[in-house]
RNA sequence: GGUCCGUUCGUCUAACGGUUAGGACGCCAGGUUUUCAUCCUGGUAAUAGGGGUUCGAUUCCCCUACGGACUACCA
């Protein structure tokens, strides 16, 4: 069996957004499942459009999804170089194998000339084609003697290569993913596979490279798919249809709210992040939100993208990466765009959040403290972590969560005053510290043990008791359970919010 | 406009001719927690419309509607 070999081929115009993401992942997947390999060609045979930095933003994003590569413009492998721009030479002799064997030509139509062409047609309220029907009455070798076509070259004019479309043929694309798509060849374009400029388009160039790179299956997003049809005919034309990869086009990312592909505007619009990383535009400065800098878990970012277009048939839906791998199949991919449904993302992140154990979460929100510049013990931080995990959906909720373990109150909510603070509960709260500085036992189970004595022996209302506590302990009404916090806290931490908040509060 | 692709709860989706059309997110209600979350339980909600084919259509075919992609010397 032939070996499975896929490509990501981004061109860095941009950051990656998700839905570019997810096309890696796919490959990825497909080729970990069948023990292929996957490589990471970069597209960037348009100049114009180049980005500085794009690249690395494609890699580095990638390596945080846990998404590796076997081969690619960074690492290398037996197929090099993996940039276009860096295989320049090579796609002219194929352009010539082309014009040789007349499946294609030299047009020298400028592009002001096509421009109005288009715009005559336009006028009629026709689309202007440059191919089958029209190309015998264009600037081309088709209609030019071979002196003339000669000649111009000669003379550095300035000119493009087309393919030639046949005249009346089905093409026929199977797509694993749609089955057989066909079109007919009359309504296709010639369209330009050699640039004026020496560079070739992404037609000529995709599909040299994945014969030369020996890919054995083309998964792409569904934008792709009208222009799948030429790309069959290019391998015919090559006389490479023995080795022509199988092709897979993916459903679309959509947008949230109404319809339409997703786009970073929607993010703008909707708050939430379209990028694996935050990404500055080099040009305007414009920062755009990563899910790394929202605080998301790469392992919940994957798991959430893997689920918009595929499912594999059973009821799971959390799988890791490797779960992943051994569950994916692209027959199981779906033909609809899927909308992207930001609060599924943080519904996952939650769920890997709270599946941290409590280790892995006082990591995280160690490096929080050291930005702030807190120190705690490594035991303190870990017993706190424990505590607040389910209560955090992405990353910064930790700090959210617990800063009150690390910084006294300074200041406390109106609200919770108004509400609970009357004018017995300084004498309450300070008999209640009283009992708690003469208590040793400052387990969770103890302190509640003793705080709803207190109370009971007391005639006294839980409320009336638990939320003032709670408002001296962290300032406000929320935190876990009261008792959770004093234990944690310990003596001397608890006895002085209280006596802080009975001086502050009085009466 | 033309070509191609698509259409099951609000959203992601399952059901590859026979199910009370299943699950998840969200939402709503109840329970736990006398804060707020988490968590648990329950509920809400869908086959775009019309024709066929068939004993039987979510499922196969056709038409309509709607949506999307593409339509550059961009990828």
């Given at each position: ?291 790394r800098e929202s605080g998301y878990l790469p392992e919940a ?48 992140n939650h769920h890997y959040m709270s599946g941290l154990d409590d280790r892995e979460v006082s990591i995280l929100l160690g490096n929080i403290l050291k930005e702030r510049e807190i120190e705690v013990s490594p035991d303190f931080l870990l017993s706190v972590s424990a505590i607040i995990k389910d209560r955090a959906v992405l990353i910064p909720d930790l700090w959210e969560q617990s800063h009150y373990f690390f910084v006294a109150p300074v ?25 708690l500085?003469?208590?040793?036992d400052f387990t969770v189970e103890n302190i509640d ?21 709670r408002?001296a302990l962290v300032g406000g009404?929320f935190g876990p359970g009261v008792s959770a916090m004093i234990s944690l806290l310990g003596k001397n931490e608890t006895l002085n919010r209280?006596?802080k ?7």
């Amino acid at each position: 069996m032939k070996e499975i070999r896929v490509r990501f081929a981004p061109s860095p115009t941009g950051p990656l957004h998700i839905g570019g993401v997810r096309t890696a992942l796919y490959n990825y997947l497909f080729a970990r499942k069948h023990h292929g390999k996957f490589l990471l060609r970069i597209e960037d045979t348009d100049q114009t459009r180049f980005v500085p930095g794009a690249e690395e933003y494609i890699i580095e994003s990638l390596k945080w999804c846990g998404i590796q590569f076997d081969e690619g413009v960074h690492i290398g492998g037996p197929y090099a170089p993996y940039r276009q721009s860096d295989r320049k030479e090579l796609y002219h002799q194929y352009a010539l194998q082309l014009l040789n064997n007349g499946t294609a030509y030299y047009a020298f139509d400028t592009p002001e000339e096509l421009e109005a062409l288009r715009k005559d047609s336009e006028s009629r309220k026709e689309t202007f084609q440059y191919g089958p029907l029209t190309r015998k009455g264009l600037k081309n070798s088709l209609v030019l003697s071979g002196e003339d076509v000669e000649a111009l070259l000669q003379s550095g004019e300035h000119y493009v290569i087309r393919v030639k479309i046949p005249e009346n043929e089905t093409i026929v694309v199977q797509d694993l993913i749609r089955g057989r798509v066909s079109v007919e060849s009359m309504l296709l374009d010639d369209k330009v596979l050699y640039k004026s400029d020496g560079m070739p388009t992404y037609h000529l160039a995709n599909v040299v490279d994945d014969y030369l790179m020996k890919i054995s299956h083309v998964i792409r997003g569904e934008e792709w798919l009208p222009s799948a049809p030429l790309h069959v005919l290019l391998y015919r034309y090559f006389g490479w249809e023995a080795d022509m990869p199988e092709f897979a086009h993916l459903p679309l990312l959509l947008k949230p709210d109404g319809n339409g592909k997703l786009s970073k505007r929607d993010g703008d619009r909707l708050g939430f992040p379209v990028f694996p990383l935050r990404w500055t535009d080099p040009k305007s400065g414009e920062v755009s939100s990563g899910y790394r800098e929202s605080g998301y878990l790469p392992e919940a970012f994957i798991n959430m993208l893997a689920l918009l277009g595929w499912n594999p048939g059973t009821e799971q839906e959390v799988f890791s990466i490797e779960e992943l791998i051994q569950a994916f199949s692209i027959e199981r991919v779906g033909k609809s765009g899927s909308k992207f449904d930001p609060e599924k993302a943080k519904w996952f992140n939650h769920h890997y959040m709270s599946g941290l154990d409590d280790r892995e979460v006082s990591i995280l929100l160690g490096n929080i403290l050291k930005e702030r510049e807190i120190e705690v013990s490594p035991d303190f931080l870990l017993s706190v972590s424990a505590i607040i995990k389910d209560r955090a959906v992405l990353i910064p909720d930790l700090w959210e969560q617990s800063h009150y373990f690390f910084v006294a109150p300074v200041s406390w909510d109106e609200k919770v005053i108004q509400k609970f603070w009357k004018p017995e509960t300084p004498a309450l709260l300070q008999k209640l510290s009283e009992i708690l500085a003469n208590t040793e036992d400052f387990t969770v189970e103890n302190i509640d043990t003793v705080v709803k004595t207190y109370i009971n022996d007391n005639g006294l209302g839980m409320g009336q008791i638990m939320n003032t506590l709670r408002l001296a302990l962290v300032g406000g009404s929320f935190g876990p359970g009261v008792s959770a916090m004093i234990s944690l806290l310990g003596k001397n931490e608890t006895l002085n919010r209280i006596d802080k908040a009975i001086a502050n509060l009085g009466s």
